[in-house]
Structures are given as C-alpha cells and as structure tokens.
C-alpha cells in the first residue's frame, strides 16, 4: 500500500510538474494577455473559495508579458500620435494647398471671363454689349454716309444737268445775241452805204 500511495503522489508530482511546464509554456506564447490570465487561474490550485495559491514563476512571467505588452502599446500610441501628428501636418499642407489653387483657380476664371480692351479689363458680357454698339453705331454712321452720299451725288447730277442746260441755253442766247448783233451790223452798214451813196 505504501508502494501504491509513494507512486501516485510521485505521479501526482510528475503530472504537476508536466502541466506546470505546459502552463509555463502557454504563458510565454504570444496569446492574449486577458487568455494568459484566465489560464493561470484555471491552472492554479485552490486554498478555498476566495484563494488560489500561484506560483511565483507564472506570475513572473505574466508581469513581463504584461510589461512587453504594455511597451509596445506604448510605443504604437507614440507611433500613432506621430502619425496623426504628421497627418494634421499633411491636412494643413493641403488645405493651404486647396486654397492656394482655389485662390489661383478664382482668378484664371476672372481672367477667362473678361476681356483686356484698350487696356482696360472688361466682363465678356460687357465686352459684347461694348463691340455690338460700336458694330451698331458704325454701321448707323455708315448708314447715314452713303444716304448722305447718295442725296449728294444726285444732288451733283442735278445740278450738272442744270448746268449744262444753262449752258446750253447761254451758248443759245450768245449764238443768237450775235446773229443779232451781225444782223444789226449789217443793217447799220446797210443803211451807212444808203446814206453815203
């Protein structure tokens, strides 16, 4: 009997020992810190109720697990407030960026949507109602030249006409003032010869 019970507590030991060493060995696995913990507790014996007697090597090990996690969570917030550091930074850039281009985009449609005439900038609509008046006023003027020009020209005609007919009638007048006057020279004469013969 003494056989049988030093065998089982040496199997109890060794059964202890081998899952002792398996708990070890899930502990130092890369497993969730919340499934490290529950582990320990289901693999740690209980006093009673409210106590559970642990061994001081898994606690150590899960404190540094602990320690690791909570380095590294520490240095991923210090990597990610870089990032939103630099990505505020990057936000900023472009936002200057996008007022810069609507700034610069604001005043190329001012410039496709006026004019440079005579030095003077104008909207396209006013440039249009400028050169249609002009358009409207010269040809209004051109207009009033040729009706002017047309009046005057047969004006000229007219008056040529009138001319020549008054010249006409003067070269008439004249021909017959001289066959007149010959008429009367010869009549004089006539009656000069009467008188001295």
């Known amino acids: 009997m003494l056989k049988a019970s ?8 060794c059964f202890n020992s081998f899952a002792q060493l398996t708990l070890q060995q899930k502990l130092q696995t890369d497993i969730p810190l919340n499934t490290q913990f529950q582990l320990l507790l289901s693999q740690s014996r209980s006093q009673d109720a409210d106590f559970k007697i642990i061994r001081k090597s898994n ?15 520490t240095k991923e917030i210090t990597a990610l407030k870089k990032n939103s550091s630099s990505s ?17 985009l604001a005043e ?9 005439f005579l030095g003077n900038n104008f909207s396209k609509s006013a440039y249009h109602t400028m050169v249609w008046s002009i358009i409207i006023v010269l040809a209004i003027l051109s207009f009033a030249l ?4 047309r009046k005057a020209k047969v004006d000229a005609v007219e ?5 020549d007919e008054l010249q006409n009638e003067f070269q008439a007048y004249k021909k017959k003032a001289m066959e ?14 009467k008188r001295d013969s």
Do not use: G
């Open 6 to 13: 030093l065998t089982s507590i040496l199997l109890f030991f």
């Open 59 to 73: 606690i150590e090990i899960i404190q540094r697990n602990v320690n690791d996690s909570i380095a590294r969570y």
């Open 88 to 104: 505020s930074q990057q936000v900023e850039i472009l936002q200057d960026s996008v007022k810069a281009l609507s700034q610069s």
């Open 108 to 116: 190329e449609q001012k410039k496709t949507d006026s004019i440079s």
């Open 146 to 149: 040729l009706t002017v020009y």
């Open 159 to 163: 008056h040529q006409k009138t001319v």
């Open 180 to 193: 007149t006057e010959q008429k009367l020279k010869r009549q004089l004469l006539d009656e000069q010869l």
